[in-house]
C-alpha cells in the first residue's frame, strides 16, 4: 500500500542547477498538490492539479513548473535553483469524487532540498 | 485571504498531562476545518475534521470542535502520551476551492515521560 511516493528523499543542488522532483501516487486520485515547507512555517501551495492535462498556480509558483500526463505523476520542476528554494517539498493528493467533500489529502513523506 | 493562526510553540508537557493547541482563522463563508500531525521525517497525516459549525472532530484520544462565532478549532486532549510528540497544523480549506489547503505554521509538541 505504497500511496503517495516522493523520490529523491535528500538533494543539495548548486545555484543555477536544475532538477525534477518525482511524485507519484497509486490510489487513483484526480487531485494532486506541490507544498513547501520552510523552518517554522506552514505549508504553502507550489501547484495543483485537478486531474491529467491540468495544472494551476498556487500561492508560491514563482521558480517552479508542473506537469500532468498522467494521473499518477506529478513531477516539480526546479529550472534555475535559488537558495531561496531551499525547503522541503511536500507532494500530496486526493480524491474528487465520493459523497464525502472533504476526502482527506495524502501525503508522501516529503524531499529536502538544498540550494549551495 | 485566507489565513490560520496557531498558538506558538513548542509546548512541552509531561505524560497524562491536558493538551490544548489553538487555532483560529480567517475566511469567507463556511469553511471546512483540519487538524494534522507530522511525525518526525514524515509527512502530514489527517488527525481530524468538521466541516460545519459546531461539528466536533475526533480521533485517537484528540477533540477539536468546529466554533464558528468565535472562529476557532482548538485541539484537546485529556492525557498526552509519550507517542503524541510531533508537530500538529491547523488548516482550513474554502468551500467551493478545489480541496486546496491553508495551513497554520504549526506546534511542535514534546510529551516527556
Known amino acids: 500500500n505504497a500511496g503517495v511516493t516522493q523520490t529523491p528523499k535528500f538533494r543539495i543542488l548548486k545555484i543555477g542547477q536544475s532538477m525534477t522532483l518525482q511524485c507519484t501516487q497509486d490510489?487513483?486520485?484526480?487531485?494532486m498538490y506541490w507544498y513547501r515547507q520552510d523552518p517554522g512555517m506552514g505549508l504553502k501551495l507550489i501547484y495543483y492539479?485537478?486531474?491529467?492535462?491540468?495544472?494551476d498556480k498556487g500561492e508560491v509558483p514563482n521558480g517552479y513548473n508542473v506537469s500532468r500526463s498522467t494521473t499518477e505523476d506529478f513531477p516539480l520542476r526546479l529550472e534555475l535553483a535559488a537558495p531561496s528554494q531551499t525547503s522541503v517539498y511536500f507532494c500530496?493528493?486526493?480524491?474528487?469524487?465520493?459523497?464525502?467533500?472533504?476526502?482527506?489529502?495524502?501525503f508522501g513523506d516529503g524531499t529536502r532540498l538544498s540550494i549551495l | 485571504g485566507d489565513s490560520v493562526t496557531q498558538m506558538e510553540g513548542p509546548v512541552t508537557l509531561s505524560e497524562e498531562a491536558f493538551l490544548t493547541i489553538n487555532c483560529t482563522y480567517t475566511?469567507?463563508?463556511?469553511?471546512?476545518l483540519f487538524w494534522y500531525v507530522q511525525y518526525p521525517g514524515e509527512g502530514l497525516q489527517l488527525l481530524l475534521k468538521?466541516?460545519?459549525?459546531?461539528d466536533k472532530g475526533s480521533n485517537k484520544g484528540f477533540e477539536a470542535t468546529y466554533r464558528k462565532e468565535t472562529t476557532s478549532f482548538h485541539l484537546e486532549k485529556g492525557s498526552v502520551q509519550v507517542s503524541d510528540s510531533a508537530v500538529y497544523f491547523c488548516?482550513?480549506?474554502?468551500?467551493?476551492?478545489?480541496?486546496?489547503?491553508?495551513f497554520g505554521s504549526g506546534t511542535q509538541l514534546t510529551v516527556l515521560p
Open positions: 468538521a466541516t460545519k459549525a459546531d
Open positions: 500530496a493528493s486526493s480524491s474528487g469524487t465520493g459523497g464525502d467533500r472533504d476526502q482527506p489529502q495524502h
Open positions: 492539479s485537478v486531474g491529467a492535462g491540468i495544472t
Open positions: 490510489m487513483n486520485h484526480n487531485y
Open positions: 475566511a469567507t463563508g463556511y469553511p471546512s
Open positions: 488548516a482550513l480549506r474554502r468551500s467551493g476551492s478545489a480541496r486546496q489547503l491553508t
